[in-house]
């Protein structure tokens, strides 16, 4: 007597490897046999099997079954209801994003377009450029010798692929124990549960029972499995094709020697792998040392090479047709990972291109590392600190990198979450110290489990509730989890003898739980303190603000608090009422209800009148768009995705107190979202009208020799200021004009000119030469000074075009041209430039 | 001489007004009076009048691109040249229009 469960398949990606795995974890668990039917492809699997999982092609919205049959099967249905409704959508949060595809027809830089070099283009899946020699590698599978060895009995074909797979298993298990990067370690994860996978050794043993030989069952079982992937018409299951083969390859080197098998893949020199594919064992064997960059024919942004590719910072264009026979081995290649193009035999025109690009790479790393490095000030000189939400050692290094001042949250569910049993006290300690230590000195704030009924712990035994948001979880639970509170706490008490901690207390809704965990935490200083162990005698402990109720007794619990964290996201949804990922309400649910900015108002005023500093932690405070509204509510600190750090920073630089004040006001006798939103845009829009030059658009004794240098140092000097965001496209606007009528006006001036939807700022930049360039002038006199000018699509912006015009009669009047040749700097040219109506006198 | 003239070129944001610019200075230079309507991003500004037109002895059409309210100058002398000649060579220009 068998259980069903219908329904329509859930996630956007389909079943891929993580939901697969999710999904097997609790059916390893259940002692019901579970099986899943596709009825689109009509396909079955045991869900105990990974593998089976992935192989019935299930897209979203398929519809499917679930058959349970055993001795638990209705408890176990229950669980596997809940798991279907609440819990597998939270699968791919995690998802790595690719880089954006670019949108619309690619403009090939003129230098490259006007080069006789061979140029082949493909997807980027990696940034950066790189240059070096090409180093041709065949696929792994192909180098190996597949003719089979000896082949024995059946019984000794399955011991020898037995023998083969642990070894493979061992060499996984050691890479992963060396692996510095946690997409590392997950990808060998990955491959590992591939190998336990019951569906993939019953398909080789069943080929070996046919009458192969090891090699061959391995082989034909990844094809096997491979084929159907290829399939399935998803570029994200065809890629995970690759990962199947590069095991089997893996397997099938054991069989046939071991490591001597395997194909040379040391790299003496600085080089370039050109391959058809290439798998990311293969990738992570490679010297990094010497790997400078990656061109393939096959793969897409999200097999685990491009994934591996972007974590190590190696340039990777993947997708060039051909590419291990077109490019030759030994030679110079260039990779672009910005374009997606691999140039075979650059010629010396190409060459200088990317000498001129690499140089302005560095250009924009350096200037955003130099940004980073600065604290958050708004305009008029009040601090903000901007610090970085983590869940792993991982990002909390990425953290640093983007110039976070702190790190604000900390997440330790991750910790938990995808084990046995909970992390000890020592694991815990180890990962809370290598942060304070990371941090050197700067704050960090840890914030203790944060869990409940919605994400599958198995070993917190929490029972399936009906409103797990309102349910048992967090702070709540502490109390039935001695145990597990303890070993945290003690850990983060630990760490902090290496550097300043904080720890911070989710979900909490009154007093008495602050009370409660507060003499916790005294206990446990003590207990330390008698162990004689080090630890931060006067840790500050903080709460979340997500329960409405906290903002009403902010005072009460300033007595007890260190500081407040508002995680707007649950505060918004629990105040407003509102589940964000339910598509019939989500519309109600918004940061910019003006009712929230009133509460917002309060909790910080409140605090702040008990001398306690108040962050935000939630989406809210990586809004760009509300910065001008964080400034204004008074908040100290704000803790944001680490990739934002230095866009916020730079947000609120351009706020001042006064204007932002004014606007809070306006918000908040807003009578809803809309309107509130509507006047955020308005306020960013007034904030874009920069000036239409500055000293760091202009560049005096520029060494360029030709009017294409020329004409690419100038957008350049605009794509380094910010001031466009496709380069490529504004040059190719430029050259539009260009080609009508030369822009070389005589006098040794020439202005260059377009009007492009890729120009965010209206600008004019400048260079002087310091040798005349041939610009093709109307009297044919070389050209010293070029005057670029940049205007945006939109109109609107008559002030500018009307300095510009002014500028342009200014220009045939050579007392003005020679005091701009003349000019001492930069800021020189600039203050002439912007000079406004000054005809009288001439 | 009285002379109008219409400047405008493509994008109508800086060769416009150097057109007009120059043709203005080799006017006050040659003696000759000059009115120049620019026809540029910002829109027409300076416009030509009836009055303006009925004194003129010629017009001088500095354009890439067609002038606009051509009908304006019926039965008045046009003479076209591109907007490059205007900025290069204003003075010859006007010297050539002879009268």
């Avoid at chain 1, 809370?432 to 070993?459: F, N, Q």
């Avoid at chain 1, 008495?512 to 200083?525: G, I, N, P, Y």
């Avoid at chain 1, 309060?602 to 760009?624: F, P, S």
């Amino acid at each position: 007597m068998a259980s069903r469960i219908d329904f329509a398949f859930p996630l956007p990606l389909g079943l891929h490897a993580r939901p697969a795995s999710a999904l097997c974890d609790i059916a390893v668990s259940l002692g019901s046999r579970i099986t899943l039917t596709n009825h689109r492809t009509c396909r079955q699997a045991s869900a105990r099997s990974a593998l089976a999982l992935v192989a019935t092609l299930t897209r979203h919205g398929d519809a499917c079954t679930l058959l349970v049959a055993g001795e638990d099967e209705v408890a176990a249905c229950e669980r596997l209801q809940h798991f279907i409704d609440d819990e597998w959508a939270r699968c791919d949060d995690q998802v790595p994003a690719a880089p954006a595809a670019r949108e619309g027809v690619r403009s090939l830089p003129r230098a490259l377009a006007s080069s006789r070099a061979r140029i082949l283009e493909g997807t980027p899946v990696s940034a950066g450029i790189a240059r070096a020699v090409a180093f041709v590698l065949e696929p792994w599978l192909d180098a190996l010798p597949l003719a089979e060895l000896q082949q024995g009995s059946v019984a000794e074909e399955t011991d020898k692929l037995d023998r083969a797979m642990r070894r493979v298993d061992t060499d996984n298990g050691e890479r992963q124990r060396h692996a510095v990067h946690e997409t590392e370690r997950a990808i060998l994860a990955a491959h590992r549960s591939i190998l336990e996978d019951e569906e993939w050794r019953g398909r080789i043993e069943a080929e070996i029972r046919s009458g192969r030989g090891a090699v061959q069952a391995v082989v034909a079982a990844a094809e096997h499995f491979a084929g159907i992937l290829r399939e399935s018409g998803s570029t994200y299951l065809q890629e995970r094709a690759l990962d199947l083969r590069e095991i089997a390859a893996q397997i099938v080197g054991e069989l046939a020697g071991g490591t001597r098998a395997t194909p040379a893949m040391t790299l003496d020199a600085a080089a370039i792998c050109i391959a058809p594919s290439l798998g990311p064992t293969q990738l992570i064997s490679l010297d990094r040392q010497h790997l400078k960059g990656i061109a393939l024919s096959q793969g897409g942004a999200t097999s685990h090479t491009a994934i591996l590719a972007r974590a190590f910072g190696i340039p990777c264009v993947v997708g060039v047709a051909g590419v291990e026979r077109l490019v030759p081995g030994g030679r110079e290649v260039i990779v672009d990972g910005e374009r997606g193009l691999v140039i075979a035999e650059p010629t010396p025109a190409v060459l200088a291109f990317y000498e001129a690009e690499t140089r302005k790479l560095e250009a924009m790393r350096a200037r955003a590392r130099a940004f980073g490095a600065e604290p958050g000030l708004t305009a008029d000189g009040r601090r903000l600190e901007v610090a970085a939400n983590v869940g792993s050692l991982d990002e909390v290094r990425l953290a640093f990198e983007h110039g976070a001042e702190g790190i604000g949250l900390f997440r330790t569910e991750l910790l938990f979450m995808g084990r046995d049993a909970p992390p000890s006290e020592v694991e815990q300690l180890e990962v809370y110290a290598e942060t304070a230590r990371l941090a050197a000195g700067r704050p960090v704030i840890i914030r203790t489990l944060d869990i409940g009924g919605d994400k599958p712990i198995p070993y917190l035994g929490l029972p399936p509730e009906a409103n797990p948001f309102l349910g048992f979880r967090a702070v709540r639970m502490y109390a039935a989890h001695p145990g597990i509170i303890e070993a945290q706490v003690r850990a983060i008490l630990r760490a902090s003898a290496v550097g300043p901690l904080k720890i911070m207390l989710p979900m909490v809704c009154c007093l008495e739980e602050v009370r409660a965990f507060r003499a916790l935490v005294t206990r446990l200083q003590a207990e330390l303190a008698s162990e004689g162990v080090a630890h931060d005698p006067a840790i500050e402990v903080g709460i979340m603000v997500e329960i409405p109720s906290v903002a009403f007794v902010v005072d009460q619990l300033a007595h007890e608090v260190d500081f407040f964290s508002i995680g707007s996201n649950d505060l918004a949804q629990y105040f407003l009422a509102v589940d964000r990922d339910n598509p019939a309400v989500a519309h109600l649910y918004s940061p910019f209800h003006p009712a929230f900015l009133r509460l917002l108002e309060k909790i910080v005023t409140d605090a702040h009148r008990h001398q306690k500093w108040v962050g935000i932690c939630g989406e809210l405070g990586g809004n760009v768009l509300a910065a001008p509204l964080l400034v204004s509510l008074g908040l100290d600190e704000l803790s944001l995705a680490s990739p934002n750090v230095a866009t916020m920073k730079a947000a609120i630089r351009g706020c001042e107190m006064a204007d932002c004040r004014e606007l809070l006001a306006a918000a908040g006798q807003a009578s809803n979202a809309a309107d509130v939103e509507a006047l955020l845009r308005a306020f960013a829009e007034a904030r874009k009208d920069r000036s239409l030059s500055a000293a760091d658009i202009v560049h005096l004794g520029s060494g360029s020799h030709t009017r294409d240098e020329a004409i690419k140092e100038l957008v350049d000097l605009l794509h380094l200021a910010g001031r466009v965001d496709d380069p490529d496209a504004v040059e190719a606007a430029l050259w539009r004009r260009e080609e009508t009528t030369s822009t070389g006006v005589g006098f040794g001036v020439a202005i260059p000119h377009c009007r492009s939807p890729h120009v965010g700022i209206d600008s004019i930049a400048v260079l002087t030469f310091a040798t005349g360039i041939d610009w093709a002038s109307l009297d044919g006199e070389p050209v010293e000074m070029a005057i670029l000018i940049a205007l945006r699509e939109e109109a609107g912006g008559d002030a500018h075009l009307r300095m510009i015009a002014a500028l342009s009669r200014r220009l045939m009047d050579d007392e003005f041209r020679n005091a701009l040749l003349a000019a001492r700097d930069a800021s020189e040219i600039v203050a002439r430039l912007l000079q406004t109506g000054d005809e009288g006198g001439r | 001489m009285y002379i109008v003239a219409v400047t405008s070129c493509p994008t109508g944001v800086a060769h416009t007004y150097m057109a007009a610019e120059r043709l203005e200075r080799a006017a006050r230079k040659l003696g000759h009076t000059i009115k120049v309507e620019t026809q540029g991003a910002m829109g027409i500004e300076n416009a030509l009048t009836g009055e303006d037109i009925a004194r003129a002895q010629v017009a001088v059409f500095a354009a890439g691109v067609p002038v606009r309210n051509p009908e304006r100058f019926t039965g008045l002398r046009i003479v076209e040249i591109p907007v490059a000649e205007a900025i290069k060579n204003a003075e010859g220009v006007l010297a050539g229009l002879g009268g």
